[in-house]
């Protein structure tokens, strides 16, 4: 079950409007996840990281890879992942 909100987790952040050039704040990542799995739900957020990966794969890959860095930083300092 773990790895299953951690992967909601990170397809709610990939599909969030924050960008890695902003350096958000472990509070703005909590807040970006929380609102798109509330906008999305689950299928939706994974429905449109998979378009992303179809139709930008290159640019998918580097901000999957600024996801995982995010959510590491947030779990390592002790926060939840959500709400």
């Not at 990170?10 to 350096?23: G, N």
Request: hydrophobic letters at 45%; a negative charge.
């Amino acid at each position: 079950m773990i790895s299953t909100v951690k992967d909601l987790a990170a397809e709610a952040l990939f599909v969030s409007c924050l960008q890695p050039s902003e350096d958000p704040t472990r509070t703005a990542v909590e807040e970006a996840i929380t609102s798109m799995i509330l906008l999305h739900g689950s299928d939706g957020c994974a429905a449109c990281v998979a378009t992303e990966f179809g139709d930008h794969p290159d640019a998918a890959v580097s901000r999957m890879r600024w996801v995982q860095t995010e959510l590491a930083e947030v779990v390592m300092m002790g926060a939840p992942v959500m709400h």
